[in-house]
């Protein structure tokens, strides 16, 4: 007997919810070949950004220049910082050269201070809140930063 009653009245007691937002990344690539994929890592944290363990992923393939976009609907609100590059070989890696510097088109959610070192947290990261969001990144290669 109360059971029905809980299964009635249970669903007028509000429930605790973590706040989410729809998060919608536009991706400027300007120099894209016929074939190709956009890698894309969205990472929560300081230290997984450290530890390269994304919080979420995607990838989309790319069948030239233009913008791509690209739908993450339900993120938690908090900090993240967003990192993306385009796969020009599909071979699941950002390429670099013999001196360490990247050689395919990448980008962050904020531009870093330097392309002369790696970008620290606090420079690419950025606090994501509303309830819809549209961030653009443009993605270049590193020798037109």
Do not use: C, H
Not at 1 to 21: D, I, K, N
Not at 40 to 52: M, Y
């Amino acid at each position: 007997m109360l059971l029905p009653f809980l299964l009635f009245f249970g669903s007028f007691f509000p429930t605790a919810e973590v706040p989410a937002t729809g998060l919608q990344l536009i991706f400027e690539l300007e120099e894209a070949s016929e074939r190709g994929t956009l890698r894309v890592a969205i990472f929560a944290s300081e230290a997984d950004f450290k530890e390269d363990q994304a919080t979420y992923s995607n990838n989309q393939s790319v069948n030239g220049p233009g913008d791509i976009r690209m739908s993450f609907p339900n993120i938690s609100s908090g900090t993240y910082a967003v990192a993306a590059f385009y796969d020009r070989n599909d071979n699941q890696k950002l390429d670099r050269n013999l001196f360490g510097v990247p050689t395919e088109a990448y980008g962050f959610i904020n531009e870093p201070a330097s392309k002369w070192r790696a970008p620290r947290w606090d420079e690419i990261s950025t606090k994501i809140e509303d309830e819809e969001l549209e961030l653009r990144i443009v993605l270049k290669k590193w020798s037109a930063r």
